[in-house]
């Protein structure tokens, strides 16, 4: 399927000049190829993807902030009924009008969660790169083969 998408690819670039292909070099056959190979995009988007992936593996190194802010208003006090003996005495209770929070989070020792989370983002980054050198050498072998058959 892939040799047939190359050879369509090769076919497509030098009907139309049939005298600038048989003076086409074979390094910029390969350049050409792997410069418009949909696979090897694909690959190389795979790879920066997973790169990205490693860097986001580090945030859980990194202390956290949050913050919280809440205000009420519409104030409807709710009372308490004490009874003193003589008779029930009311007091409104205290109710914030605003309330207001900050988190700060510092990982110290999660179980080296994140160690191992940052080791096996590193290692995927090392497979992706692995199948995009894999997809370049497929590429480039079928492009010499099509290259000497032509």
Known sequence: MQAKAI??????????????????????????????SPLLQKAASSLEETKWRRTEALAGF???VSGSASVLLDKKYAYLDINMGAGPITFPQIVPSAN???????????????????????????A????????????DRNIV???YRA
Do not use: I, K, M, T
């Open 7 to 36: 050879a369509a690819l090769l076919s497509l670039a030098a009907s139309p000049q049939l005298a600038h292909a048989a003076s086409l070099p074979l390094s910029e056959a390969v350049r050409e190829a792997e410069a418009q």
């Open 62 to 64: 990194l202390p956290s």
């Open 100 to 126: 207001y929070g900050l988190a700060a989070r510092l990982p110290l020792f999660d179980g080296f969660a994140n160690v191992d989370r940052y080791r096996a983002a590193g290692d995927f980054v090392q």
């Open 128 to 139: 992706s790169h692995l199948d995009f050198e894999w997809a370049r050498f497929e590429l």
């Open 145 to 147: 083969l099509l290259y």
